[in-house]
């Protein structure tokens, strides 16, 4: 074998030994078809139902819209944003 051949074969060994070595194994690829679908519709329950039990709990904009608009007006806008000034800062 020539010099050049085995440098060849040598550089080809090693950049196909590098291009595998970056990927990560990942376990859905090894398992079938059957238990990638199996698994799908308990995952996606399980994150519907903790989402909607997160949605209860934290207070959002809508919760207070109703009540901002039966108390805030053009009238009293500057006194009610001093209030939530305040209210900040403390």
Do not use: Y
Request: one cysteine or more.
């Amino acid at each position: 074998m020539s010099a050049r051949a085995f440098a060849s074969a040598s550089i080809a060994l090693c950049l196909m030994a590098l291009g595998g070595c970056d990927k990560p194994a990942d376990p859905a690829t090894d398992q079938p078809a059957s238990a990638k679908t199996a698994a799908t519709p308990a995952a996606s329950t399980e994150v519907a139902a903790a989402t909607d039990s997160d949605s209860d709990d934290i207070p959002t904009e809508a919760d207070f819209e109703e009540e901002a608009e039966e108390t805030i007006s053009t009238a009293n806008l500057e006194s009610q944003l001093d209030a939530l000034e305040k209210e900040i800062g403390e």
